[in-house]
């Protein structure tokens, strides 16, 4: 020790002192935490700790869930390929042929498919209302015969004529021209009108049957040609026919416009009568709450009785209750 200066005398007591405060105080050389802040060893281990619990499920209850199993996922995804399959063959219809669904190309197709009558819950599907004639059941057979009360026909005398010099020289004739350019003459049997035009047309009204319109025309045609005009008497027409009858019990004439508002029409205010247009045969009926009826349009007799047995079964329908 004596050969030992002081300066390596001095940096041995250094040294030494060093390393009994490094062995007493190992945390002066540990990693720093943020913000200078120190933390316990055992932060480590609890971390790990946590990590470990979070990770494990076994104590969480997971009864809400649905108990689908492999199996099951395997039976439904079978059951779809058959159900998919069954459509593809057409055995087994498909949404949109269920009724449940149409749209207005299946309502204009009359091959779109339909829902089966017997399926509960399905609607059928809407179709356009048509204008149908009521049909007559053998049954309400009526048993009244509607009676001609007008008949309107025309014929060509084929000549012109005179019609001032008809007027001064025939008997039961007028001649207003400011008023109708026609001359009206009446004969007493068979009772009706003619009115008489320079052209040589004649239209005759007021018979009660095709024979007597017809017997009328032909003693017109006779009066003209004794006046001194060379009338024929041709292209004989019936034009029209009006008959009329009565149901003998009052009708409800709103609920019967409400029902048939395609074929009638009802103004209370302007007209008593309903008007009701049929479309086969073309005859147009005038109903009164009455009971009475009149029948138009007709060009045969035929027409009027038809036209009365289609509608009388609608009247009863809506018979008021005495």
């Known amino acids: 020790?004596?050969?030992?200066?002081?300066?390596?005398?001095?940096?041995?007591?250094?040294?030494?002192?060093?390393?009994?405060?490094?062995?007493?105080?190992?945390?002066?050389?540990?990693?720093?935490?943020?913000?200078?802040?120190e933390l316990p060893i055992q932060a480590s281990s609890q971390l790990s700790e946590s990590k470990e619990l979070h990770t494990d499920f076994s104590s969480v209850d997971l009864s809400f869930l649905p108990d689908v199993t492999q199996d099951n996922k395997e039976q439904s995804l079978s059951e779809d390929g058959q159900e998919t399959q069954k459509e593809l063959d057409g055995s087994l219809p498909s949404k949109e042929d269920s009724g449940v669904f149409m749209d207005e190309s299946s309502l204009s197709h009359p091959g779109a498919a339909e829902p089966s009558p017997e399926a509960p819950g399905v609607c059928p599907p809407l179709t356009p209302m048509t204008p149908?004639?009521?049909?007559?059941?053998?049954?309400?057979?009526?048993?009244?015969?509607?009676?001609?009360?007008?008949?309107?026909?025309?014929?060509?005398?084929?000549?012109?004529?005179?019609?001032?010099?008809?007027?001064?020289?025939?008997?039961?004739?007028?001649?207003?021209?400011?008023?109708?350019?026609?001359?009206?003459?009446?004969?007493?049997?068979?009772?009706?009108?003619?009115?008489?035009?320079?052209?040589?047309?004649?239209?005759?009204?007021?018979?009660?049957?095709?024979?007597?319109?017809?017997?009328?025309?032909?003693?017109?045609?006779?009066?003209?040609?004794?006046?001194?005009?060379?009338?024929?008497?041709?292209d004989f027409k019936i034009q029209n026919m009006v008959g009329s009858c009565d149901v003998r019990f009052p009708i409800r004439l709103e609920s019967l416009v409400l029902t048939h508002q395609q074929f009638s029409s009802y103004e209370p205010e302007l007209f008593p009568g309903l008007v009701y247009r049929m479309v086969k045969p073309r005859i147009v009926l005038l109903i009164f709450v009455s009971g009475k009826v009149v029948l138009t349009g007709a060009k045969d007799r035929s027409e009027i009785y038809e036209a009365f047995e289609n509608i009388y079964p609608i009247l009863r329908g809506f018979k008021k209750p005495s």
């Not at 002081?6 to 007591?13: A, D, K, T, V």
């Not at 012109?160 to 003459?185: Q, S, T």
Request: with cysteine; hydrophobic share 40%; net charge positive.
């Open 1 to 37: 020790m004596e050969g030992v200066s002081p300066l390596e005398r001095y940096l041995e007591s250094c040294s030494g002192q060093f390393k009994d405060d490094f062995s007493t105080s190992p945390h002066l050389f540990t990693p720093m935490s943020p913000y200078d802040l």
């Open 132 to 234: 149908i004639t009521p049909a007559t059941s053998a049954s309400e057979s009526s048993g009244i015969v509607p009676q001609l009360q007008n008949i309107v026909s025309t014929v060509n005398l084929a000549c012109k004529l005179d019609l001032k010099n008809i007027a001064l020289h025939a008997r039961n004739a007028e001649y207003n021209p400011k008023r109708f350019a026609a001359v009206i003459m009446r004969i007493r049997e068979p009772r009706t009108t003619a009115l008489i035009f320079s052209s040589g047309k004649m239209v005759c009204t007021g018979a009660k049957s095709e024979e007597q319109s017809r017997l009328a025309a032909r003693k017109y045609a006779r009066v003209v040609q004794k006046l001194g005009f060379p009338a024929k008497f041709l």
